[in-house]
């Protein structure tokens, strides 16, 4: 049976194999909600991969940008990620999918400090912007590039959808709304359909320790709490025939008690995938 299984295994395994110099459309809806404030961002681009020797070229193009915020986040949001619109990123993938470089990072960034500091024309703002953009100025070479590489990466499913169907413990990275340096045992669950869909279920929820989180509809909570609670849920689907995530949905929320209080912070990310019509 062991062998079976590793065989299985072996001649089930998503494969980086993308359709090459035909567009794909790639569609990204993110909901942030901080004790009942809602703020929506959607972004379409346009993704081409083309095959070389050594891989791939990877183009992405942000198409277009809209936010449901209508506050200063929401125009920060706005303006920063409208400095790449209708500019292209080039990427370097190897042949498993792994992103080998991004090029012009250096510039790509620096349109993003730039446009921060162009959100606001009310002084008291434009201090909170300069807070924004200076870090991204003075990140080293390697940040940059991740940041850049963190547009491309949800789509590329790696080794994860590679292991046999069933179900397994995990240990989930610390993400927003979740603070640096905590993390959640959970369960994964994989499962296949006959079209080669590859179905990745994770689910965890616990304690963790750390602070409450800083966006409260606009304040601060007054004392730090020990132990609030967290939840996280990602389900991905995966093309087995072409290594890519074609659809993702991703929550995290975390809930801090405070006197009679209960404050909670959620995002929720949907990214889907698709070749253009």
Avoid: C
């Avoid at 909600?33 to 961002?41: C, K, L």
């Avoid at 006197?259 to 912070?265: E, F, P």
Wanted: no cysteine; proline share 7%; charged share 20%.
């Amino acid at each position: 049976m062991g062998l079976s299984v590793l065989l299985w295994s072996s001649a089930a395994a998503a494969e980086f194999r993308p359709v090459a110099d035909r567009p794909y459309r790639y569609d990204t809806a993110e909901t942030r909600t901080a004790d009942g404030m809602t703020r929506r961002f959607h972004a379409s681009r346009t993704v081409l991969f083309h095959k070389t020797e050594t891989g791939y070229d990877v183009t992405v193009v942000l198409d277009a940008v809209d936010e449901q915020a209508g506050d200063d986040v929401g125009a920060m949001f706005r303006s920063a990620t409208s400095a790449l619109l209708h500019r292209p990123l080039r990427y370097r993938v190897d042949p498993s999918g792994t992103i080998l470089g991004v090029a012009d990072a250096d510039a790509a960034i620096a349109l993003i400090a730039d446009a921060i500091e162009r959100v606001s024309t009310q002084a008291t703002r434009r201090g909170d912007a300069r807070v924004l953009a200076s870090p991204l100025r003075t990140l080293s070479p390697e940040r940059k590039a991740a940041m850049l590489r963190s547009i491309l990466s949800p789509l590329i499913a790696g080794p994860a959808a590679d292991r046999p169907p069933g179900r397994r413990q995990v240990t989930l990275p610390s993400r927003p709304p979740l603070a640096p340096g905590t993390a959640l045992i959970g369960a994964e669950t994989l499962t296949r359909d006959p079209s080669g869909i590859v179905t990745i279920d994770i689910q965890a929820s616990g304690q963790v320790d750390t602070a409450p989180p800083r966006e409260t509809h606009g304040s601060e909570l007054a004392v730090p709490v020990a132990s609030p609670s967290a939840m996280i849920h990602t389900l991905r689907n995966v093309d087995s025939t072409t290594g890519l995530v074609i659809e993702s949905h991703d929550m995290a929320e975390t809930r801090v008690r405070h006197g009679d209080a209960t404050h909670t912070a959620r995002v929720e990310t949907t990214v889907t995938l698709a070749l253009a019509p």
